[in-house]
């Protein structure tokens, strides 16, 4: 008996389909069914953020959802964020900013940055905390990476 379950979806633009144990989280599937490791994971229970992705355009912890509720969604990781070789208004502010030291918190954030920016073009310091409070960095004192969301949003309106 096969109780793996087709699981078809699209992800950064690009239509991934394979048959799943049910029990396959959605950040598995995607860094091992999909070869796309930008999602990372960290504490597997949904309280780090390292593994936040976009499903439908809206932020979800990829740690704790199935592949299997992702079937027929459009997905958008890290890696779906810049255009070719060029970084969004975001992403250059991080790097500008120095707002990522490991990395490892980083996919993350930008995700919850650009719901933040979507929803919000001029958000207050308080506010960009606020809404990455549940984003866990280890490295960088946050101030930086509230730095490169502020400059990123400043972008974004000229």
């Given at each position: ?30 860094r091992?069914?999909?070869g ?70 980083t ?45 990123a ?6």
């Amino acid at each position: 008996m096969n109780d793996k379950q087709s699981v078809s979806t699209t992800i950064n633009g690009h239509v991934y389909t394979a048959d799943c144990e049910p029990r396959l989280t959605l950040a598995d599937f995607i860094r091992h069914q999909c070869g796309l490791t930008g999602t990372h994971l960290g504490c597997e229970h949904g309280v780090c953020g390292a593994c936040t992705i976009m499903v439908d355009g809206r932020t979800a912890r990829a740690c704790l959802m199935l592949a299997v509720q992702a079937d027929g969604c459009t997905i958008t990781t890290v890696e779906g964020m810049a255009d070719g070789d060029r970084l969004t208004p975001l992403q250059e502010a991080f790097w500008n900013n120095h707002g990522l030291q490991c990395g490892f918190c980083t996919p993350g954030m930008l995700m919850c940055a650009t719901e933040l920016l979507e929803s919000n073009p001029d958000p207050t310091a308080t506010e960009v905390r606020e809404r990455l409070s549940g984003n866990l960095c280890r490295c960088t004192g946050y101030d930086s990476i509230v730095t490169s969301v502020l400059e990123a949003a400043e972008k974004q309106r000229s």
